[in-house]
Every structure is written in structure tokens, then in C-alpha cells.
């Protein structure tokens, strides 16, 4: 199934894109994809947290057809 | 008043939109960017957001503060791209009829945006730069 995947900060740096179009195996989490995106990364998951078609979501949340998947950094607004 | 703005923002024009005669207490807060971070002198400040929901976060938060104070009205605007030092990347302003709640509205609503509003800044120094990260957020516990 198709996602589309958005990055931010230091996460879009890292990918050298702000978004893009997936294509997952049925079943996945959100954590899951992250894992599998940023697998080497310098950021942990642990401090990620994850938004699914803009509402928050916790990494275990199971992902589907053309969701709209962020994964957000440590925040810096203020 | 919710907004993301590219643009200086009118501390003025903010404050106005929640101007009211059952309002006893006005209050703004402004933040600041600074010039210096841990000793290292910046040269600029970079914001970049997941647009709608931060603006849809930051509405949620406006709503939650109605909820908790009643009479209270919020305006919310963040600066996004390049900000000059000294100049304020966040107004909030509220009002409400007595001040204790203007405190404690204003004071809840930054607190909330640090910690749920995708917002991120880039400080830019003379050699190098760092994504900044707000304390206190999930991402530190403990902090």
C-alpha cells in the first residue's frame, strides 16, 4: 500500500527530502517504518514522535492506505 | 488570532484581536530570539513547521485554554523562515476578566506549544549550526 512520508528538520536533512511516496507491507507501524527509514540514524527513536494524518499517534499505530505519515523531531517552536 | 506568518510580527494587531470591554486584564508575551546560546554567538535563527497541524495544534491549544478559563480569549502567532535576533518568533496574548487567569492562560499556552506544536528551530552560529531543542518535552525526560 502507498503512504506518503514527511520530513522535518533535522530528519529532512538526513533523508535530503522533505517528502516523499512510499510503498509498505500491510501491517506496518508507524515506528516500524521509521526503523526502517532512519535504521542507521543519529536520532532514536525514542525521541521521535509520530503523527499520522496530522493527529498524534503512538509508534505502534498500525498504518494504512494513503495515510499521510510525519515524523516529528524534538520540537523547537517558542 | 492562530497564525504562522513569514512576516515581523504586529505585536500590536495581535493584541488587539482579543481586546474586549469584559476584559480586565490584557496580557502579551513575547518571545525573544536571542544572541547567544551556551556562549555561542548566533547569526540567525531558522523556523520550519508541518504547517497544518501545527496551526491545527496550536488551535487545540487555544481551545483547550477557553475550556480551563472561561471568559479567556487567545491569539497565538509564530514566526516561520529566517528571524532576526531580537525579534519575537511566538506572540501569544489573551485576555480575561480578572489577571490571575491571564497569568495562568498565557503561562499554559507556551508551556503546551514547546511540547506539542511541530515547530522547529535551526540556530545558525559563525561556525556551525544545531537543531534546538525545547526542555522539558517528551524528547527529554526528566528535564
Redesign the interface.
Known amino acids: 500500500m502507498q503512504v506518503s512520508v514527511f520530513y522535518f528538520a533535522m530528519l529532512r536533512e538526513q533523508r535530503g527530502r522533505a517528502d516523499e511516496s512510499l510503498h509498505v507491507e500491510a501491517g506496518l507501524t508507524v515506528g516500524g517504518l521509521y526503523e526502517q527509514i532512519f535504521a542507521a540514524g543519529s536520532i532514536g527513536a525514542m525521541s521521535i514522535m509520530y503523527a499520522v494524518n496530522q493527529s498524534y499517534v503512538s509508534a505502534d499505530h498500525m498504518l494504512a492506505e494513503n495515510d499521510e505519515v510525519a515524523f516529528i523531531p524534538p520540537l523547537g517552536g517558542g | 488570532m492562530i497564525a504562522l506568518t513569514q512576516e515581523v510580527i504586529d505585536v500590536d494587531a495581535v493584541v488587539d484581536t482579543v481586546r474586549r470591554d469584559a476584559a480586565g486584564a490584557v496580557l502579551v508575551f513575547e ?1 525573544v530570539t536571542r544572541d547567544t546560546h551556551d556562549g555561542r554567538g548566533v547569526i540567525r535563527l531558522e ?4 504547517g ?3 496551526e ?1 495544534e496550536l488551535k487545540a491549544i487555544a481551545a483547550d485554554a477557553v475550556a480551563q478559563w472561561p471568559g479567556l480569549r487567545i491569539a497565538i502567532v ?1 514566526r516561520m523562515g529566517l528571524v532576526g535576533l531580537g525579534e519575537a ?2 506572540v501569544i496574548a489573551v485576555s480575561t476578566p480578572h489577571r490571575d487567569a491571564a497569568y495562568s492562560a498565557s503561562r499554559f499556552a ?1 508551556d503546551a ?10 540556530e545558525v552560529y559563525a561556525d556551525g549550526s544545531v ?4 526542555a522539558g ?4 525526560p526528566g528535564s
Open positions: 518571545g523556523y520550519e513547521a508541518y497544518q497541524m501545527a491545527a509564530h518568533s511566538v507556551i506549544l514547546k511540547v506539542r506544536v511541530p515547530i522547529w528551530k535551526k537543531w534546538k531543542a525545547n518535552g517528551i524528547h527529554e
